[in-house]
């Protein structure tokens, strides 16, 4: 059997993040959307907000990051109290649009639970770390060593964030 195991910072932070979500309605504010992952693919009713976290985890008072969320309301009326929550894979893979890609998946979990999406840092529209790449470069072009490690470190160095902090 395989076990699961996560980091303790991202256990922490779901834990505060399902926390902030009972309807007391000041701890993370979430307001209606549409949930969309490309044109092709149908987009959703939701509620979406975001939940504020320091980019290093050791040092609470220096560079804040967003965490974007999304709540996918239950068909039922009266939900189950605790919500599904749905984590991507990865590398760089977003919750909310992956969510979007399988979503007859989650049907039936749906007809009693809300489906609560969480787009880990550096994913989606939580501070996305991606590079600019040509894809039809990529496809013709013979790219030597040399050159490939001069654009990685031009690509880190253009990241929004500061890769140590993000997995």
């Not at 932070?13 to 399902?18: F, H």
């Not at 893979?93 to 009693?112: D, K, P, T």
């Not at 490939?148 to 929004?160: I, K, M």
């Amino acid at each position: 059997m395989r076990q699961f195991s996560a980091h303790p910072a991202l256990v922490l932070a779901i834990v505060a993040l399902l926390h902030a979500l009972p309807l007391n309605g000041n701890a993370l504010e979430l307001a209606p959307c549409r949930i969309d992952a490309g044109p092709a693919i149908p987009t959703a009713k939701a509620r979406c907000g975001e939940f504020d976290v320091a980019e290093d985890p050791a040092n609470p008072d220096g560079t804040r990051i967003q965490l974007s969320v999304a709540l996918v309301p239950a068909l039922n009326v009266e939900p189950m109290p605790d919500p599904l929550v749905l984590f991507a894979g990865g590398p760089g893979q977003s919750a909310i649009e992956s969510y979007l890609m399988l979503r007859g998946a989650f049907e039936a979990i749906r007809s009693e639970r809300d489906i609560l999406l969480v787009d880990q840092r550096g994913t989606g529209n939580s501070n996305k770390l991606a590079c600019a790449i040509d894809e039809e470069d990529l496809a013709t072009i013979d790219i030597d060593l040399e050159t490939a490690v001069e654009q990685t470190r031009e690509c880190r160095y253009a990241l929004p964030g500061d890769p140590r902090f993000y997995t």
